[in-house]
């Protein structure tokens, strides 16, 4: 079964691991935290630890068995470089994805320290996009780290965007997500701040991806800037997602 998503910006999820604690602002209304507690309420067996770290090792395997190529968000519920993460079962994730290869996976974390720790330790298939979260431009120092691993492709995620990010130094990254905060103490987006990210990846040539204004019911501000959506992806490389090779 493969679990199609609702994030604009991927087509299914893959949560090997679910689970996180707070880092850093952007983290304040983290919306996994409350899905997650909700799903613990539905009596949910997955979520039963509610949004502590928790590893699914049962659930490694389950893109082996999707047959069509698609884009995968892994730990959409959580941070796969958390502290509690060991080593050996991040290794176990990747090596999934390697054998994958029909599938394009997106990782994003905020722990941009431990990646940088662990990237030398890890393969880096073709297929396997990294991506760090930038809030603010105090977190810059994200973007560095994202730099020194070995990912082909590597995104940025400005969500939530709290405040304006200048300068923006995008050498190296091949991708850029905007977006507000959603729910009911979502703090407000500035259009100028993601105009201005928008202008400097027009710029720098990098595919701009605005994903949603936000607000307590985020559908009702939609994700229109300017009159238009923006939906730039990374160009994939002849054949990634094509014929399909299982196994």
Known sequence: MAYRSGIEWTEATWNPMTGCTKVSPGCANCYAARFALR????????YYNGFQVTLHPDTLPQPMHWRSPRLVFVCSMGDLFHEDVPLDFVRQVFEVMERATWHQFQVLTKRAGRLAQLAPLLPWPDNVWMGVTVEREDF?????????????????????????IRPLDLRGIDWLIVGGESGPQARPLAAEWVRAVRDRCKEENVPFFFKQWGGPVRKQAGRTLDGRTWDGMPTLSSGARGTVHLP
């Not at 799903?39 to 997955?46: E, H, T």
């Not at 810059?140 to 304006?164: C, N, Q, W, Y």
């Open 39 to 46: 799903l613990r309420g539905a009596g949910i067996p997955k």
């Open 140 to 164: 810059l120092h994200r973007v560095d780290m994202l730099r020194g691993t070995g990912a082909r492709i590597k995104f940025l995620s400005l969500e939530p965007l709290l405040g304006p």
